[in-house]
């Protein structure tokens, strides 16, 4: 079956290189095969036009026919597995739990969730005025609904 073909040649290719990592790949009716590639370093259009031929030039047309699009993460595409989250540690990022909105500095990222850290402004215990404290929040890969890089030009 193509699919399993695709999918053969893909992780050969991703094997030869350890630095990019899959974060889709869907085939339609109509054997459009769709690859979306993110990477440690980030993904090159020399990446994604090394991954592209090491499939494409081991299939046949003759035998069927199948278009192919290679392409990296968008930045600003949410985050989906726990790699990126890793490879963005530094960054400031923007998470959607059920409960709440974060915008904060993502400091740790595990095999289980990520850790934040920002300052926010309270009220002073005892008097008047306002105060800076330094927060720190850590949040488990099922509690996130969606995470972002927040991209600073």
């Keep these: 079956m193509l699919k399993d073909k695709v999918r053969t040649l893909l992780n050969e290719a991703l094997d030869q290189d350890k630095s990019l990592f ?3 790949f869907s085939m339609g009716a109509d054997n459009g095969i769709k690859v979306v590639l993110d990477g440690d370093k980030g993904v090159s259009v020399q990446d994604c036009m090394k ?3 090491a499939i494409e030039h081991n299939l046949d047309r003759e035998e069927e026919d199948f278009s ?3 392409t990296s993460a968008g930045a600003a595409s949410p985050m989906v597995i726990p790699r990126q ?5 530094g960054r400031k990022v923007k998470v959607q739990t059920s ?3 974060y915008e904060a500095n993502l400091i740790d990222a595990n095999e289980n969730g990520i850790v934040l850290e ?3 402004r309270e009220p002073k215990p005892i008097g008047k005025g306002k105060r800076t404290v330094q927060k720190k929040k850590e949040i488990t890969f099922s509690d996130i609904k969606e995470a972002k890089v927040i991209l600073k030009f």
């Design 22 to 24: 899959l974060i889709d």
């Design 51 to 53: 991954v592209s031929r």
């Design 68 to 70: 192919l699009t290679v």
């Design 85 to 89: 989250y890793k490879k963005n540690v």
């Design 99 to 101: 409960e709440d909105v």
């Design 118 to 120: 920002w300052k926010a």
